[in-house]
């Protein structure tokens, strides 16, 4: 098992120059080839009404006046990297055009929500929406971090689910690249979450990762996992992505709405 294409999210925003030296970083470590997926339609804004539809037409223009230098800027990085890359325009809302293409890609990496330009706000869903409804893991890359030059620490936010289960298993070929590897579990309400992280270890032991694992008594799993990623150093944390309600359509759960609001590493996500 192992890395071999990458998807990335192509825009005008705050956080693109980040998640591309991010997903370079992963590209260059792994030998994975890098695609880019530029999108002309602004995400979340439906084709209805007259008013809207003229405004949509601007908001199109402006992206295709955009895209030059976005595809630059892509060009010119990958191409000093030495990594195998690629550019696509797409037509269609950028969360339906990366979605579709999820179950073709071994990772797909976008940027957490930030608060600033038109662009910014016109991505502002983004990231729960892709890590609560594609088949695949989706790398959320903190705006305004430093950016490491290898993935060297990762974390493992565990907890015996489906949806951590997921998370593991997509991010082994991450987690055989890394130096270090630490399984965390935090109390909560769950008794066995302790001996479930012990058993954790030695499952990733079989798959040739050597992971120490840390359980901790707290209450708070979110503020737990911040504060153990900063004493950690963490460069990943691996994590899975959890919604209150299987009805509600894209309703996060506690840990999952705040790992989102405020990335303390890049976010490693799979549901």
């Given at each position: 098992?192992?890395?071999?294409?990458?998807?990335?999210?192509?825009?005008?925003?705050?956080?693109?120059?980040?998640?591309?030296?991010?997903?370079?970083?992963?590209?260059?470590?792994?030998?994975?080839?890098?695609?880019?997926?530029?999108?002309?339609?602004?995400a979340g804004v439906p084709q209805v009404?007259?008013?809207?539809?003229?405004?949509?037409?601007?908001?199109?223009?402006?992206?295709?006046?955009?895209?030059?230098?976005?595809?630059?800027?892509?060009?010119?990085?990958?191409?000093?990297?030495?990594?195998?890359?690629?550019?696509?325009?797409?037509?269609?809302?950028?969360?339906?055009?990366?979605?579709?293409?999820?179950?073709?890609?071994?990772?797909?990496?976008?940027?957490?929500?930030?608060?600033?330009?038109?662009?910014?706000?016109?991505?502002?869903?983004?990231?729960?929406?892709?890590?609560?409804?594609?088949?695949?893991?989706?790398?959320?890359?903190?705006?305004?971090?430093?950016?490491?030059?290898?993935?060297?620490?990762?974390?493992?936010?565990?907890?015996?689910?489906?949806?951590?289960?997921?998370?593991?298993?997509?991010?082994?070929?991450?987690?055989?690249?890394?130096?270090?590897?630490?399984?965390?579990?935090?109390?909560?309400?769950?008794?066995?979450?302790?001996?479930?992280?012990?058993?954790?270890?030695?499952?990733?032991?079989?798959?040739?990762?050597?992971?120490?694992?840390?359980?901790?008594?707290?209450?708070?799993?979110?503020?737990?996992?911040?504060?153990?990623?900063?004493?950690?150093?963490?460069?990943?944390?691996?994590?899975?992505?959890?919604?209150?309600?299987?009805?509600?359509?894209?309703?996060?759960?506690?840990?999952?709405?705040?790992?989102?609001?405020?990335?303390?590493?890049?976010?490693?996500?799979?549901?």
């Amino acid at each position: 098992m192992s890395l071999r294409s990458i998807l990335l999210h192509a825009a005008p925003d705050s956080g693109f120059a980040d998640r591309l030296a991010f997903a370079i970083t992963l590209a260059r470590q792994s030998g994975a080839a890098l695609k880019a997926v530029y999108t002309l339609h602004p995400a979340g804004v439906p084709q209805v009404g007259r008013a809207l539809s003229i405004y949509i037409n601007e908001l199109m223009h402006e992206a295709r006046e955009k895209e030059a230098g976005i595809r630059a800027t892509f060009e010119s990085a990958t191409a000093a990297a030495g990594i195998t890359a690629s550019w696509e325009t797409a037509p269609g809302d950028v969360t339906k055009e990366l979605r579709n293409l999820v179950s073709f890609v071994d990772l797909t990496i976008v940027s957490e929500t930030t608060d600033g330009t038109v662009d910014d706000q016109l991505a502002a869903t983004l990231p729960e929406h892709l890590a609560l409804a594609c088949n695949g893991p989706v790398v959320v890359v903190p705006t305004g971090k430093k950016v490491p030059d290898r993935i060297s620490r990762v974390l493992i936010a565990w907890k015996p689910s489906r949806e951590a289960g997921h998370a593991v298993r997509f991010s082994i070929p991450l987690l055989t690249l890394a130096d270090e590897v630490e399984v965390l579990t935090v109390a909560e309400d769950m008794p066995k979450a302790s001996e479930s992280g012990d058993k954790l270890a030695a499952f990733l032991a079989t798959h040739g990762v050597k992971a120490k694992h840390i359980h901790i008594d707290a209450g708070s799993a979110s503020r737990t996992i911040t504060e153990e990623a900063a004493a950690f150093r963490a460069d990943l944390i691996v994590l899975g992505a959890y919604s209150r309600s299987r009805i509600a359509e894209m309703v996060l759960g506690g840990v999952t709405a705040s790992m989102l609001a405020k990335p303390p590493a890049a976010l490693f996500f799979a549901h």
